[in-house]
């Protein structure tokens, strides 16, 4: 516990410097973690075949290695930025981790420090909940953010638990959020139900068909995504939609 803990902070404090860095060219902290989303997913996808040897789900051509082989504009403007229109367009948990994705490091050297930064790390095995927490802590840091206007997304976590405590869903049961933001009430009723049995089954279920959420911002759908993704929720199908509730 206490080597996750060190982790945790040790990794958190990595990602929140280099946005420090970032910040003092222009480039703001939502852009950045939008950006570190999609690195991130890339790598623990080049990891996936490097580790287990599963195919990449990852089209040839535009996958973690081209990315880490460049450097200068043909990393922006030839690799990257093709590597995200390309992606944009699947389907499935790709599609929508890039939903609308483009490209706000247009300078090479701050790019291929983010890179350098992700590449640095094992990912796939680090502890699911070590991964889910570090990139939580960066959501709620970018959400205390007020010059961000990312604070909407971001719904402090005593009020959920307390939502969590009154409504009490039970594992078998479905969970929707019509207005689900970074997705902390949908992983909130994920940690709820996990513990209610061993059953695999039961287990699979939550984890791939119990929870659903939408929303109508494509950068938040892309955050919130990737934030069950790391906790281990939709990791074939983003259980997460861009859509307006309301229509």
């Known amino acids: 516990m206490a080597n996750n ?24 902290f939502t852009d950045y973690i939008t950006q570190l989303t999609y690195l991130l997913f890339l790598k623990m996808d080049a990891e996936n075949v490097e580790m287990f040897g599963e195919e990449s789900a990852i089209p040839a051509g535009y996958q973690w290695h081209e990315l880490t082989e460049l450097d200068g504009l043909e990393l922006v403007t030839k690799q990257y930025e093709d590597t995200l229109k390309k992606l944009s367009e ?116 939550l984890r791939n068909q119990a929870l659903h959420g939408v929303d109508n911002t494509p950068l938040v759908v892309t955050l919130a995504s990737m934030n069950l993704y790391l906790h281990g929720v939709g990791t074939d199908r983003s259980p997460i939609v861009c859509d307006d509730s309301l229509e």
């Open 90 to 205: 699947e389907e499935n948990l790709i599609g929508t981790i890039f939903t609308k994705a483009q490209n706000k490091i247009d300078k090479p050297v701050y790019l291929k420090k983010v890179i350098t930064m992700i590449d640095e790390e094992q990912w796939l095995i680090m502890d699911g909940d070590v991964k889910g927490a570090i990139y939580e802590s960066i959501l709620e840091k970018n959400g205390q953010d007020k010059k961000s206007g990312a604070g909407q997304y971001f719904t402090p976590r005593p009020l959920i638990q307390a939502m969590m405590d009154c409504i009490r869903p039970q594992i078998g049961e479905t969970v929707c959020d019509p207005a689900c933001g970074t997705g902390g009430f949908l992983l909130a009723a994920y940690d709820y139900m996990k513990h209610q049995t061993q059953d695999k089954a039961k287990r699979d279920f």
């Open 5 to 28: 803990i060190s982790t945790e902070q040790t990794l958190t404090k990595k990602v929140w410097n280099l946005a420090t860095t970032l910040a003092g060219q222009g480039i703001g």
